[in-house]
C-alpha cells in the first residue's frame, strides 16, 4: 500500500467513522455522553495496531500513540458532554506546545512528519546521482535544512493552538449535535490552510528545488 493510501485510510479510521458513528448513535437515541464516548474510542486504533507491529517505534509513532491513548483516557474518564466535545481541542492544544517543545529536541516533530511523505522526492541527488540524498545527509550537513524545519515546526505549533482555540470555543458555545460535524470539517479547513502557509514558507527557501543555494554548501562538504 502507498503512503498516500495509507494516510487516506487513517482519515477515514480516525476522523469519518467516528463522526459517522457519532450520528448513528444520535439518531438510534443514545445520550450525548455515550454518543461521544463511543465513537471516541475508535481513533488510534490504526495507531496502536502499527505501534505493536513495529516494536520499537520512532518518536513519531510515540507521538501519535500519546495523543490518541490521552484522548481515550479523556473520553473513559470525563463525564461532562461539553468537556468531552471539547477533548479535541485540549488534545490539539498539547499536540501544539510537543510541536513547540520539539523545536529544542533533535529533531522536531514536522522533520519527522515530512520525511515519511517526501524523503527521496525531494532533495538533491546523491554523489552517485541515482536518487535524492538521504534526509539525514542533509540534516547533518545543512544548517539552513535544520532551521527550516525548526521554523516550519514553530509555524504548526502556533497553528495547532489557535485550532484548539476555536475548537475549544465551538464546544462550549454551540448546540451540542452540531460540534462533531463542524469540528469534522475543520479538520480539512485548517490543513488547506496550513498547506498554503507552509507552501508561503517552504517554496522560496529553495527546498524543492535541487539546484537551489539551500544545497549548494554538500558540494563542498567531502562526503
Not at 481513533?43 to 518518536?59: T, Y
Not at 474518564?77 to 510537543?98: E, M, N, P, Q, Y
Not at 541515482?130 to 527550516?148: H, K, Q
Amino acid at each position: 500500500m502507498s503512503s498516500r493510501s495509507k494516510a487516506l485510510l487513517l482519515v477515514v479510521i480516525d476522523l469519518v467513522l467516528p463522526i459517522g458513528l457519532y450520528y448513528v448513535l444520535r439518531a438510534a437515541g443514545v445520550s450525548y455522553h455515550y454518543a461521544l464516548l463511543i465513537s471516541s474510542l475508535l481513533p488510534g486504533l490504526s495507531v496502536v495496531a502499527n505501534l505493536v507491529r513495529l516494536r520499537k517505534p520512532d518518536g513519531l509513532s510515540l507521538f501519535m500513540t500519546a495523543m490518541m491513548v490521552g484522548s481515550a483516557a479523556i473520553s473513559l474518564l470525563v463525564h461532562d458532554a461539553r468537556f468531552l466535545l471539547a477533548k479535541d481541542g485540549w488534545v490539539t492544544a498539547i499536540s501544539g506546545l510537543w510541536f513547540l517543545a520539539s523545536v529544542r529536541g533533535r529533531q522536531p516533530l514536522v522533520f519527522a512528519f515530512t520525511r515519511f511523505f517526501l524523503e527521496g522526492r525531494v532533495g538533491p541527488l546523491d554523489g552517485g546521482g541515482s536518487r535524492r540524498e538521504s534526509w539525514d545527509v542533509l540534516w547533518d550537513r545543512l544548517p539552513a535544512f535544520r532551521r527550516i524545519w525548526r521554523v516550519a515546526t514553530v509555524i504548526w505549533g502556533i497553528g495547532l493552538l489557535a485550532d484548539a482555540a476555536v475548537r475549544v470555543t465551538m464546544a462550549y458555545t454551540l448546540p451540542p449535535d452540531v460540534v462533531p460535524g463542524l469540528g469534522g470539517l475543520q479538520y480539512g479547513v485548517f490543513m488547506v490552510l496550513m498547506q498554503v502557509v507552509m507552501a508561503c514558507y517552504l517554496v522560496p527557501t529553495g527546498l524543492y528545488n535541487r539546484w537551489s543555494a539551500l544545497y549548494s554548501p554538500l558540494k563542498e562538504i567531502p562526503a
